[in-house]
């Protein structure tokens, strides 16, 4: 047999080594299924056993958009709905470096003529290594960013895409712009912005939905957690007062040569603060072209001594108490010795009969120590306290400064002598305006008030006008009297700042000029501050005015340069709320006897 | 109910007996009725075909909703854009500054004091003032100072000796000559100086090249 074997299969073997037995076939079919079962089933133990959620996960992923709803900040009205900041759909142009690379000269000069970039810097990010994501430009205006992305896709560029990214616009550039403040890339720097920062930021949501084709797939998943936008912050302020202001303030300032200075306007019945510049000033929309201490409130944040528009309250308080009366007659030495150093009227003079409204009119240091000597201990001190001097208005505005009115431990002679007339306290712009402001309101101090409504600032504090609060400081007869007096000053004949006086009204005003404390020595440095407060008309006020000049290089005082400011504002508000003169006489208060 | 008909079986007991035998009711076989089965075949399968082919429409007409939908979305979306962009454009023209800088180009100027008419008694209030054009309001920041650069400070020349004639003119140039010049001197003495300076310091080197 065994020979025969090699026979049969030399006879079968060319069949046999081309399709093999049938058996051998199967086998062979069976093998290579095994073999490709045993694949797939080991892959279904990877894919199900090991770590079924992550594949899960990509595969949701598959489709899914997520998209960030973008809370539309609340804007920063002006009283009557104008905005001084409002919020545009903005987009951000970014690039994907790795495919602007190649011609990253031709998008850089296409791109830095249409959107306002610079050329070098845009290349450099165009040409970026080891990078997929570069901004090109931010807050572009979102018709501007899609019509530019648009362009460069028609021109054949590769590789620039947009991203929502809302923009701050401060559409009256530098007004009211230290009091808005302004916003860095994504955050509130300063001023209300920041202060109100949580009302206004609102809260950002998102959208999670599955696309195919661009499209959203109806019945498809979907989550949307709705943004919820921030809400508007109305200010008491007048846009177009407030404009005007700075204005009169720039050219003041200008033309006095002075280091700075700082307008208050306010609503007498209300409190409510019309206008409050600040000058220098710096443009809301470019706020890192300014230097840092232009960019606040001086007229919240800087101290200063308010000199003789203080006399005002000095000398109501007197009238008040029943110690004097205007027709009161003082004699007023050229000098007045005292404790520790001689006073001086800013006129040299000899010994002249004043009546008190000559005190005022003539703004008469002596005369105002003689009147307030009639003082009890302490009452003076609590008079200013109700006028609300050395406290914080809380109007809403960063930085406030409480002012200093010393203390009663330190409430010497001395110190009330100087007191007296606006030396040795210090105050800020608003707090004075709103003590001056008792005057013209009868009397009774209206609380100042930035915002209309009300709201919470980030330290917590509740602000607005809902939450004015009045108190009676003086008699109505007395805030009368103080008025008349005060009309005095802006008399051609008498009074010391005829320039303040706003033809065919009653004015009642008073000058400041006060020596200056310097940052380095802490003393008087030779510096004045020049003011002038008042209100109009004299007997129906409807606005209180207050002008400070700090360090005027021409050596002018608070009549000559403050004065026609003050005029002008003044003048201007009245006509603008028409308002019209009373057309009753002004007061005849004799100065001397 | 059977004791009427007992009642009137009783009552007239011969009378067509055949009849009443032959009206007798006897119990119909039950007999198995087969509905015809293509209607209710058809109608199911028209009510499964109708209710693919309504799904397959109403999915369709979603999709197109969609398309819409993402079509006026983006639609809205650049119009409201486009609103944003012109209200911000609205915004500057409104701007106090832009106004005022408008109507100074059209030659108006700050308004006088007004006078007010009172309609109840036909009495005027106030005394109206024609404006002052002096006492406009600067609206414009003063033009910053030119660098140096393109400002330089005026450069003086001496005036050639002219002799006698005019002594008193000449004796200003001279002096305003001599000191504008003197800084100037000054400033060549010094240039001259460094070249010197530059020179005595190359000089020793030269003769060790040699």
């Given at each position: 047999m065994p020979p025969t074997r090699p026979q049969r299969a030399g006879l079968r073997r060319p069949r046999g080594s081309l399709r093999g037995a049938a058996h051998v076939r199967l086998r062979l079919g069976?093998?290579?299924?095994?073999?490709?079962?045993?694949?797939?089933?080991?892959?279904?133990v990877q894919l199900q056993g090991i770590d079924p959620n992550s594949y899960a996960a990509m595969a949701a992923a598959e489709g899914m958009v997520q998209v960030a709803l973008k809370a539309e900040r609340g804007d920063i009205l002006d009283r009557n709905g104008k905005p001084l900041a409002d919020s545009v759909d903005g987009e951000m142009v970014v690039a994907d470096p790795y495919m602007t690379s190649d011609d990253a000269p031709e998008l850089a000069k296409f791109l830095s003529s249409r959107l306002d970039i610079d050329y070098f810097a845009t290349l450099k990010k165009l040409r970026e290594t080891d990078s997929r994501f570069e901004y090109l430009a931010r807050r572009v205006p979102s018709t501007?960013?899609?019509?530019?992305?648009?362009?460069?896709?028609?021109?054949?560029?590769?590789?620039?895409?947009?991203?929502?990214?809302?923009?701050?616009?401060?559409?009256?550039?530098?007004?009211?712009?230290?009091?808005?403040?302004?916003?860095?890339?994504?955050?509130?720097?300063?001023?209300?912005?920041?202060?109100?920062?949580?009302?206004?930021?609102?809260?950002?949501?998102?959208?999670?939905?599955?696309?195919?084709?661009?499209?959203?797939?109806?019945?498809?998943?979907?989550?949307?957690?709705?943004?919820?936008?921030?809400?508007?912050?109305r200010t008491t302020i007048d846009l177009d007062l407030q404009w005007y202001t700075q204005r009169v303030l720039a050219q003041t300032v200008q033309d006095s040569r002075a280091e700075s200075g700082f307008a208050v306007v306010m609503d007498t019945r209300t409190g409510e603060i019309l206008a409050e510049a600040d000058d220098?000033?710096?443009?809301?929309?470019?706020?890192?072209?300014?230097?840092?201490?232009?960019?606040?409130?001086?007229?919240?944040?800087g101290v200063y001594e308010p000199g003789s528009v203080e006399k005002v309250l000095t000398l109501s308080a007197l009238i008040d108490a029943g110690k004097v009366t205007p027709r009161t007659r003082l004699e007023v030495p050229g000098e007045l010795d005292r404790e520790d150093r001689p006073i001086h009227d800013w006129f040299p003079h000899g010994l002249i009969h004043l009546t008190l409204a000559g005190v005022i009119a003539k703004s008469s240091n002596i005369g105002t120590v003689l009147a307030a000597d009639k003082f009890d201990s302490g009452e003076l001190r609590s008079?200013?306290?109700?006028?609300?001097?050395g406290q914080r208005t809380?109007?809403?505005?960063?930085?406030e400064t409480k002012?200093?009115?010393?203390?009663?431990?330190?409430w010497t002679h001395q110190v009330q002598d100087r007191i007296a007339f606006g030396q040795s306290l210090s105050v800020n712009a608003v707090q004075m305006a709103a003590a001056v402001n008792t005057i013209a309101n009868g009397g009774v101090r209206v609380s100042p008030s930035l915002?209309?409504?009300?709201?919470?600032?980030?330290?917590?504090?509740?602000?607005?006008?809902?939450?004015?609060?009045?108190?009676?400081?003086?008699?109505?007869?007395?805030?009368?009297?103080?008025?008349?007096?005060?009309?005095?000053?802006?008399?051609?004949?008498?009074?010391?700042?005829?320039?303040?006086?706003?033809?065919?009204?009653?004015?009642?005003?008073?000058?400041?000029?006060?020596?200056?404390?310097?940052?380095?020595?802490?003393?008087?440095?030779?510096?004045?501050?020049?003011?002038?407060?008042?209100?109009?008309?004299?007997?129906?006020?409807?606005?209180?005015?207050?002008?400070?000049?700090?360090?005027?290089?021409?050596?002018?005082?608070?009549?000559?340069?403050?004065?026609?400011?003050?005029?002008?504002?003044?003048?201007?508000?009245?006509?603008?709320?028409?308002?019209?003169?009373?057309?009753?006489?002004?007061?005849?208060?004799?100065?001397?006897? | 109910m059977s004791s009427p008909a007992v009642q009137f079986r009783s009552r007239m007991p011969r009378i067509a007996e055949a009849a009443v035998e032959r009206a007798r009711l006897t119990v119909v076989p039950r007999r198995r009725v087969r509905a015809a089965r293509v209607p209710f075949v058809s109608l199911v399968s028209l009510v499964l075909l109708g209710g693919v082919i309504g799904l397959l429409l109403f999915n369709t007409s979603m999709q197109?909703?969609?398309?819409?939908?993402?079509?006026?979305?983006?639609?809205?979306?650049?119009?409201?854009?486009?609103?944003?962009?012109?209200?911000?454009?609205?915004?500057?023209?409104?701007?106090?500054?832009?106004?005022?800088?408008?109507?100074?180009?059209?030659?108006m100027v700050t308004a006088g004091s007004p006078a007010f008419l009172s309609l109840a008694d036909g009495k005027v209030l106030g005394d109206a003032t024609p404006p002052d054009p002096a006492q406009n309001v600067r609206i414009l920041p003063p033009a910053p100072p030119m660098p140096a650069v393109l400002n330089p400070a005026p450069t003086f020349v001496d005036a050639p000796d002219q002799g006698l004639g005019n002594g008193h003119g000449h004796g200003h140039g001279a002096s305003s000559a001599s000191r504008g010049h003197g800084s100037g001197r000054n400033n060549t003495a010094s240039h001259e100086n460094h070249q010197n300076h530059k020179h005595q310091n190359n000089q020793p080197h030269l003769p060790q090249h040699r």
């Open positions: 069976f093998l290579v299924i095994a073999m490709v079962l045993s694949v797939f089933a080991g892959r279904l501007v960013a899609t019509d530019v992305v648009n362009a460069a896709e028609e021109a054949g560029f590769e590789g620039i895409a947009t991203r929502p990214d809302p923009i701050r616009d401060y559409p009256a550039a530098d007004v009211a712009a230290n009091l808005v403040g302004f916003m860095g890339t994504d955050e509130a720097l300063g001023g209300l912005e920041r202060t109100f920062d949580a009302q206004l930021a609102g809260k950002d949501g998102s959208a999670r939905y599955e696309v195919g084709g661009g499209n959203r797939i109806p019945l498809g998943e979907s989550t949307i957690e709705r943004a919820v936008d921030g809400r508007d912050l220098p000033t710096f443009d809301a929309n470019h706020p890192l072209e300014s230097p840092d201490e232009d960019r606040g409130a001086r007229s919240m944040s008079y200013l306290t109700r006028f609300g001097l809380d109007i809403g505005v960063r930085g002012g200093i009115l010393p203390g009663p431990s330190q915002i209309q409504g009300s709201a919470i600032t980030d330290d917590g504090t509740v602000v607005g006008s809902d939450h004015t609060t009045t108190r009676r400081v003086v008699s109505e007869k007395a805030a009368r009297d103080t008025a008349h007096m005060m009309e005095r000053v802006v008399d051609p004949d008498v009074g010391v700042a005829p320039a303040a006086a706003v033809p065919g009204y009653r004015v009642a005003g008073k000058t400041g000029t006060a020596q200056r404390v310097g940052e380095e020595c802490g003393c008087y440095d030779g510096t004045f501050t020049v003011s002038f407060a008042g209100f109009a008309p004299a007997d129906d006020p409807r606005f209180t005015v207050y002008v400070v000049v700090q360090n005027p290089g021409n050596g002018g005082g608070g009549g000559s340069v403050a004065g026609p400011a003050f005029s002008k504002i003044m003048s201007y508000a009245l006509r603008r709320y028409a308002v019209p003169p009373t057309g009753t006489h002004p007061s005849r208060l004799p100065v001397e006897w | 197109q909703a969609s398309f819409a939908a993402t079509s006026l979305e983006s639609q809205a979306s650049t119009l409201s854009a486009r609103e944003q962009t012109l209200r911000m454009e609205l915004d500057v023209l409104r701007n106090p500054q832009h106004v005022a800088e408008q109507a100074r180009k059209m030659g």
